[in-house]
């Protein structure tokens, strides 16, 4: 796998410019990105290759065509977060295939369910468990097959009287439910991490796995799916062991962050096999750029992340959608300088949307605001576009 896009290393590190010379960015800038800069091109990039492989979807015009085409594109600056952003360009808001509003959206989320389950144990003083669903599945299973199967498998699993009747004895309030999907050596995984809120902890909670399990693995038989063992199919933890369970990101992290995070045991997330799609060699038979034209195709309408009917209310949580929490942003932003739409053009054709909002913030930052790095990054720019011309001819 291509480091760069794994622990981005830093500026001194000689993988730095091997990576960016695999990528094509290879003109001189001025611009130092911060460690957070650095993160902002592993996450343009990665748009910019899911636009490649997805020219149809929303992603492909996602931070580049604009809203209003009777105004420029700005900079802009949120003085909240201390950081650069594109006014007057469209947000796709997708969770699944945009590298850059997944991050903004998945943080937002975490936050919600952070407050919410701060809440639910600091001022209700009531308790939560963690329940994971999981299902046995081949290589040669469709994504978008299984993601059908699964959805059938927990009605079924709800529906069940005798998981009512446990759920009830548990003192079960509320559910959330996070979907998480990685691709491994045996295909796609998709599975869910439930938090049960519950009005008081069970000691005796784990007594009921057993017949859980058995009840999970009969819904999964019904619902077309391949039974899942007695030993993995279905886990419930309680929050603590939970926290152990997701390390240092806790609990929330793990509901939420289940698709932009590494995967564990040799599986891959999505934003994994976008990453490797830039060089394409197959992993356990297939083309990741294939697997992540199926991931996106089979992805379209599922939600990441559901609330039980009434439970946010019930929490004081704003209720958003993933395309508001995208757009947030812009909200508490001050407009820094209009961008000329042939610098923007350059600006996508070399791949440097991100090191020029880098430039433009470090210019604000530091007071040289208009005679700084981000003038000499388009003097850069453009140069190499004239140079690009003259050698054509």
């Known amino acids: 796998m291509n480091t760069f896009y794994g622990e981005n290393p830093p500026a001194s590190s000689p993988n730095w410019v091997k990576n960016s010379r695999l990528l094509g960015i290879q003109t001189k800038t001025h611009v130092m990105p911060t460690p957070q800069g650095f993160q902002r091109v592993h996450d343009y990039l990665l748009q910019d290759q899911s636009r490649i492989l ?24 949120n003085e909240n977060r201390k950081k650069a952003h594109y006014g007057n360009v469209q947000i796709c808001g997708s ?19 952070k407050t919410g389950l701060e809440k639910w144990k600091n001022v209700h ?19 978008k097959m299984l ?8 009605k079924r ?28 050596q045996n295909g796609w995984h998709p599975h869910h991490h439930v938090l049960l809120l519950v009005n008081h902890h069970d000691l005796r909670f784990k007594d009921y796995i057993k017949e859980l399990t058995e009840l999970w693995i009969k819904a999964c038989v019904k619902s077309g799916l391949n039974a899942p063992s007695m030993q993995h199919g279905l886990d419930l933890r309680n ?14 992290d793990e509901v939420t962050k289940g698709h932009t995070k590494k995967g564990r045991n040799g599986g891959y997330t999505p934003f994994d096999l976008l990453n490797m799609s830039i060089q394409d060699e197959e992993i356990y038979g297939k ?22 009917r009434g439970l946010k209310k019930y929490l004081e949580i704003e209720e ?74």
């Open 239 to 252: 929050g603590y062991y939970a926290e152990q369970y997701v390390s240092k990101w806790g609990i929330e």
């Open 54 to 77: 997805l020219p149809k979807e929303r992603v492909s015009k996602c931070r580049r065509f604009r809203i209003d085409k009777t105004k420029p594109r700005t900079v802009m600056y």
């Open 320 to 393: 958003k959608t993933d395309e508001e929490l995208a757009e947030e942003t812009d909200k508490a932003s001050i407009t820094l300088t209009p961008v000329e739409d042939l610098i923007f053009h350059l600006l996508c054709k070399f791949q440097m949307r991100h090191q020029y909002l880098e430039a433009v913030q470090n210019d604000y930052e530091s007071g040289c605001f208009g005679n700084g790095s981000a003038d000499r990054l388009v003097n850069e720019i453009v140069n190499r576009e004239i140079k690009e011309l003259e050698n054509a001819y």
């Open 147 to 154: 993601l059908e199967g699964l959805r059938k498998a927990m």
């Open 95 to 113: 969770i699944w295939t945009c590298p850059v509003c997944a991050k903004q959206i998945t943080e937002k989320r975490r936050q919600e369910l």
């Open 157 to 184: 699993f709800y529906e069940t009287t005798k998981v009512q009747s446990i759920f009830k004895k548990l003192a079960v309030e509320y559910k959330i439910k996070g979907l998480e999907v990685t691709y491994g």
């Open 287 to 308: 083309k990741p750029s294939k697997l992540w034209q199926e991931f996106a195709i089979a992805m379209k309408g599922a939600r990441q992340l559901e609330w039980g």
């Open 125 to 143: 003083h009531r308790s939560v468990y963690l329940l994971t669903l999981t299902f046995s599945h081949t290589k040669e299973q469709p994504l």
